[in-house]
């Protein structure tokens, strides 16, 4: 591209040049003819001047001594002005031949003036004068001749040289007019070349910006092809990809920056999430322990009901009229029992023996007894996985459990509806990050999901409290997600709920999971059967009166020699003074409590006592177990007297 715009600029130049010198040397022609013109101007003026005086010398010697002649001196300054005008033809540069002509001039001139000079020195003779006034006045005519022929011969040349200046100037005009029409259109030519050899490679880099513009970063143009462009292009191409690199370095420090927002997010609203599990936990905690202090408190006061109520049984009449109402009471007392053991599940302590089951299986016991009692409006799915789903869990509280789940569904789905229970095994991470359990072992997922009514965000967060329903009145009494919620937390896992209203509910329940050889077998109590042996010194040890009443009255019945504590003191100082052969021992007492009591009775002498625990507490498998390695049996209360005669002689017999 270079070359071609030297070459055409160089082309330019020289054709402005060549018609530039050209015109100079036309237009020198042309000045040197001017000048010729001039000088044959100026020899025609002198042919003029000359010819001029000459005929009024001649004049003057025609005219001499008559009345209109002039002066002598007249003639003398013609002849001076002659003499001048031909001296002032030989200081311009002529030509050969018109140098010969002024010289004969001149020697006419001399011989004029000569004539001249005799005619007027013999003014005194007459006839010599006029003699030598008519030579004079032949030499004067051949000088006027010579003059004549000068000028005439000026005029001439005159003419001729004025026609080769005006042809010269004439062709100066047609060079210049040329030579600029030439350069013009040769300038076009090389603007249009040169234009279009510029615009195909800008028209590429203009179409490769475009394309960046666009978003197509790291597009590169081609540079094959191109000289001067070609280090433009090599550029170019640098450029954009190094634009790509750049916006792929800020794509992914942005990408990074979402992520860690996201992240942050998602740490936050997990926080936020634990904070709220946290704050929910203490206070269904906090609620547990009070529920377990009501339970306790309340099973004691049904075991008054209930032992007073067996008493009464034993003692009344089989055909009294009274019996009915008393098969009232012990009915109502097993209700509120049943009541107290729901609180005690929701406080965490659990009764009942765990061990490895497949909560599959359990599923589909469950299934069965669903198919009978749910209405046949609501279709019930089971979606199983494929390998055996074991967890650590008391079965019956498992099933107590799903029936609570099923119920709960049945009453949100009043116009029927779909029920699916659906169990996955999750692995440890996924197990840790969704279920929450904080450990890192696999678990077992238990999805429960319905399609009736749901429940708005206020509602949901109030579901696992106690005694929240949002049953009519005499619908429900509230425990059921609570229990669940107990029994879950019981057996180590994790419920949630995730429900929105006309959308339906699902609650999903993680269990960790459990390997058939790795649970340790919990020590559980024998089965009690009724005995009829009797006899024996058993302390009854309880701080509520009406329960030592009922039950030394039927101890007493049967044969048992009984003696009474209201705390755990006195109890231990009985057992130390007297020979003791069992002691029915109640961990609520005030003082030292039941607990410590066991311990300091188990580090008595032999023989020691034997202990049958009786509570209104509920326990874990770790706490039940730590009792049962120093206690023979464990009475849950309010428990009927025939189950406790039984223990009695049971762990009597035992050696």
């Known amino acids: ?152 011969l000026a005029s001439v040349r005159f003419g001729h040289v004025t026609e080769e200046s005006l042809g010269r100037i004439k062709d100066v005009r047609l060079i210049l007019l040329g030579t600029l029409a030439l350069t013009f259109l040769i300038g076009v030519i090389a603007a249009i070349h040169i234009t279009r050899a510029l615009m195909a490679p800008l028209g590429v880099f203009i179409d490769g910006t475009r394309k960046i513009a666009s978003g197509q970063l790291g597009h590169k143009v081609p540079s094959e092809g191109m000289t001067e462009f070609r280090e433009l292009a090599e550029y170019f191409n640098k450029m954009s990809e190094e634009l790509k690199r750049a916006h792929e370095e800020q794509e992914n420090t942005n990408r990074e920056l979402n992520n860690e927002i996201i992240e942050r997010k998602h740490a936050e609203e997990e926080k936020n999430r634990l904070m709220d599990q946290l704050v929910h936990a203490r206070k269904l905690e906090a609620i547990g322990t009070l529920s377990g202090g009501i339970a306790h408190e309340f099973n004691n006061l049904l075991q008054v009901i209930q032992g007073c109520a067996d008493l009464m049984d034993i003692t009344m009449e089989k055909d009294s009229a009274s019996r009915k109402h008393l098969s009232t009471i012990i009915a109502t007392a097993n209700r509120g029992g049943d009541l107290t053991k729901r609180l005690l599940a929701f406080s965490r302590k659990v009764d009942g023996e765990s061990r490895v089951m497949d909560l599959n299986t359990k599923l589909g016991q469950v299934f069965v007894i669903l198919q009978q009692t749910l209405p046949r409006n609501i279709d019930i799915e089971l979606k199983l996985s494929s390998a055996p789903a074991t967890i650590a869990a008391d079965p019956s509280g498992i099933e107590q459990l799903l029936l609570n789940m099923a119920l709960n569904a049945k009453d949100a789905m009043a116009d029927g509806g779909r029920l699916t229970l659906t169990t996955r095994l999750i692995d440890a991470k996924a197990c840790k990050l969704e279920g929450n359990l904080g450990k890192d072992d696999n678990c077992v997922l238990l999805d429960i999901a319905d399609n009736g009514c749901g429940m708005d965000e206020q509602t949901r967060a109030l579901i696992f409290d106690p005694f929240f329903t949002t049953k009519d009145v005499g619908a429900g009494t509230g425990l059921g997600l609570s229990v669940t919620y107990g029994l879950v937390n019981a057996y180590g896992g994790y419920i949630e709920c995730k429900s929105s209203l006309g959308e339906g509910t699902t609650f999903s329940i993680y269990f960790p999971y459990a390997k058939e050889d790795v649970l340790e077998s919990v020590p559980r109590e024998r089965q009690l059967t009724f005995s009829d042996v009797s006899g024996g010194r058993v302390l009854i040890a309880d701080d509520e009166h009406g329960i030592i009443e009922s039950a030394a009255a039927v101890l007493e019945s049967m044969g048992y020699d009984v003696v009474t504590a209201s705390t755990g003191e006195d109890a231990i100082e009985i057992c130390k003074k007297e020979r003791i052969d069992l002691v029915a021992l109640d961990l609520g007492m005030p003082g030292i409590g039941g607990v410590s009591c066991l311990e300091t009775i188990s580090t008595l002498p032999e023989p020691r006592p034997k202990v049958i625990i009786t509570t209104g507490y509920g326990f874990d498998d770790a706490a039940r177990s730590d009792l049962l390695k120093k206690a023979e049996r464990i009475l849950q209360k309010p428990y009927r007297l025939t189950e406790f005669i039984s223990a009695v002689s049971e762990a009597l017999l035992e050696k």
């Open 1 to 152: 591209m270079r070359k071609k715009i030297f070459l055409a600029f160089f082309s330019l130049l020289l054709i402005f040049v060549s018609g530039s010198l050209i015109s100079s040397k036309y237009i020198v022609d042309a000045t040197e003819g001017l000048h010729r013109l001039l000088q044959m101007h100026k020899i025609d003026d002198m042919s003029k001047a000359l010819s001029l005086s000459i005929r009024t010398v001649q004049m003057d010697l025609f005219s001499l001594r008559t009345p209109a002649s002039r002066d002598l001196d007249t003639i003398i300054t013609n002849v001076r002005q002659m003499e001048g005008l031909v001296n002032k033809c030989y200081s311009c540069h002529h030509k050969e031949w018109l140098v010969k002509k002024f010289n004969n001039m001149s020697e006419g001139v001399r011989l004029y003036k000569s004539a001249l000079s005799l005619y007027v020195t013999s003014s005194a003779n007459t006839p010599r004068m006029e003699r030598l006034g008519i030579e004079a006045t032949q030499i004067g005519e051949a000088l006027m001749e010579r003059v004549l022929e000068v000028s005439s």
